[in-house]
């Protein structure tokens, strides 16, 4: 999982593919996250289905999370402010077990 400290937050990296029949957190072969939208990458829709995924699936609000890297690219990095590393693992175990 590609999920790194910075200063008080958490980072988390993973691709994206949007367009997808759900919204679903998976690992793939490698152990990396893919993040699947029904959301078409225009306008910004995916990034905002991106924000209210996590922001639904961790309970925390839309404005604790933010995209700091790939905004218009499949592959994104987003920040968790408040957040504890432990919280993230089993919450995104849970998930994709």
Partial sequence: MN???KNNCYQLTFKVTP??????????ADGNL????????????????????????FKIPKSSIKIVK???SR????????????????IIDRIIA
């Fill in 3 to 5: 999920l790194k400290k």
């Fill in 19 to 28: 367009n997808s029949s759900k919204n679903a957190l998976e690992k793939d």
């Fill in 34 to 57: 893919r993040l699947r939208l029904a959301a078409p990458p225009v306008d910004g829709k995916a990034n905002k289905a991106c924000i209210a995924f996590f922001s639904k699936t």
């Fill in 70 to 72: 790939g905004e218009t």
């Fill in 75 to 90: 592959y994104k990095t987003i920040l968790f402010d408040g957040y504890y590393e432990k919280d993230i693992t089993i």
